[in-house]
C-alpha cells in the first residue's frame, strides 16, 4: 500500500534485502511486529513493502528527520530483530539512508466517482 | 538483487505502485525493456525491483546526479511508458526523488569460502 506521505522534505529509508530460505515463520512474525512498532515511534509518516517470490524485498519507511532515524535503529526490540536478520534471515542487504525533497502521489480517477458528471 | 551502488553521495529514485489486473503481457515486456534502457543511460548505477502477489510494488533506481534522472524522465520511450502507466497500468503510485547520503550494504559471510580457516 502507498505511504501517503506529507509534503517533502522528509527522510527516507530504503532497505533491500534478500531472503535466506531459513525461519519463514519467525521472520513473518518479527517483520509484522516491527512494522506496527515502527509505526509507534516519533517522526514516522509511513511505510511501504514489496517482495517477490524469488524472495528480494524492499521496505522504505518514512520519516520526519534524521534523529528520528537513529532513535528507531537504536531501538531494543529492533536491536534483536537486526541480529536476528544478521544471524538467520538475509542473504545480503543494503540500507540507504536519503533525503526526499520532492515526490510526486497520483490516483487513478475513479470513472464513476460521484460528481463527475 | 541489490544494486551494488558505489560510495554515497548518489540519488535514488523511489518508484512505488500498485497494479491494476491489466494487460499484464504488455506491462510486463515494457517493463523489462525500461530497465534495460535505463541501464544505458547516463549515470545509472543500478535498479532493484520487488512486487508482491498483491500487485503492489516498488523499483529504486540510483542515479550519479539529478540531472541523470531529469534525462531519464525525458527520454521517447520511458515517456510512452510513463503515458501506458497512466491509462492502464496503475491504480496509483508515488515516486519520490532522494539523495542518498549514506549507505550500508551487507553479505552473508560464506561459510564455506576458501581461506576462512
Redesign the interface.
Known sequence: ???R?PA?PYW?V?F???R?AADAAGYGVTAEHMVALAADQPGFLGA??????DG???T?SYWQNEADIAAWRAHAAHQLAIAAG?DRW???????????????????PQADAPGQG
Not at 90 to 99: D, E, K, L, N, P
Request: some cysteine; glycine content about 8%; overall charge positive.
Open positions: 500500500m502507498l505511504a506521505t517533502p527516507a530504503v533491500s534485502n534478500q535466506t511501504e513493502s514489496a517482495r517477490g517470490a528480494f524485498g524492499i522504505v544478521f538475509y542473504r545480503c542487504f543494503a540500507t540507504r539512508v536519503a533525503y526526499v525533497g520532492r515526490d510526486h502521489l497520483w490516483d487513478k
